[in-house]
């Protein structure tokens, strides 16, 4: 069972920073955790992936916890371009990739 | 920036006819995905396509549902008879296939919008 858990929603303020909760508690050795995002009205869109270190991006950071059960996406200075549903998702490695979407966490920005 | 492009934005159709959804996927990349998503409700995956032929394919993905690279650019999804339940955004996405799947980044058309009537 390759199933994450979010919040189902958060809040967040314009310009401050937005940390997004995603735990994959049954996770293995080589899956994957990749984010994706879909803004109202559009396709998925990557965010960012890693396997057991913390990674950077121009979006985004994503934190992985050292036992891998949990990470957290970082969104340095939400801005309300940043309202959208923020998928966490596992691949399973090995597998060939599909990516299973959940419900995810809605997030909405304040201005 | 290369990106997924899906034709038509929008597709109505009447319950039973057929329908082909078109997607031209990144030049570069290998792995072809369908997903679709019914409204209000969550992405769900429907098939992957390597090599021109099906790598992996949902319970959604029936015998009504079939897939093409008829040529070296379009990847198609046909639904031979929709059915009212068929209503939903799909969505293309392709990848360019690194050997560790985990790893691929997908990335995705604006959808097609498709209304059964």
């Known amino acids: 069972d390759a199933k994450t858990t979010q919040p189902n929603s958060m809040e967040s303020n314009e310009e401050e920073p937005v940390h997004l909760p995603c735990n994959h508690s049954?996770?293995?050795?080589?899956?994957?955790i990749h984010w994706y995002r879909q803004l109202p009205s559009q396709g998925p869109e990557y965010v960012i992936h890693?396997?057991?270190s913390n990674v950077n991006n121009r979006m985004a950071s994503l934190a992985i916890a050292e036992d891998r059960k949990s990470s957290t996406l970082i969104l340095h200075r939400a801005t309300l371009r940043d309202a959208a549903v923020y998928y966490c998702?596992?691949?399973?490695?090995?597998?060939?990739?599909?990516?299973?979407f959940g419900k995810g966490t809605k997030l909405s920005v304040k201005p | 920036e290369p990106e997924v492009t899906q034709t038509p934005s929008h597709q109505v159709t009447q319950m039973g006819q057929e329908v082909i959804l078109r997607c031209v996927p990144i030049?570069?990349?290998?792995?072809f995905y369908w997903y679709r998503q019914i409204l209000g409700q969550k992405v769900e995956f429907l098939v992957s396509?390597?090599?021109?032929?099906?790598?992996?394919k949902s319970e959604i993905f029936d015998d009504q549902f079939s897939v093409e690279r008829p040529d070296g650019s379009n990847f198609t999804l046909k639904i031979r008879s929709t059915k009212l339940e068929d209503s939903a955004m799909y969505f293309c996405?392709?990848?360019?296939?690194?050997?560790?799947?985990?790893?691929?980044?997908?990335?995705f058309g604006a959808g097609t919008r498709l209304s059964v009537l």
């Open positions: 996405a392709s990848t360019p296939g690194l050997s560790q799947r985990a790893k691929n980044i997908q990335y």
């Open positions: 049954t996770i293995s050795g080589t899956d994957y």
């Open positions: 890693g396997l057991t």
């Open positions: 998702i596992r691949i399973i490695g090995g597998s060939q990739g599909n990516l299973i």
């Open positions: 030049s570069n990349h290998l792995y």
């Open positions: 396509f390597y090599n021109n032929e099906i790598s992996e």
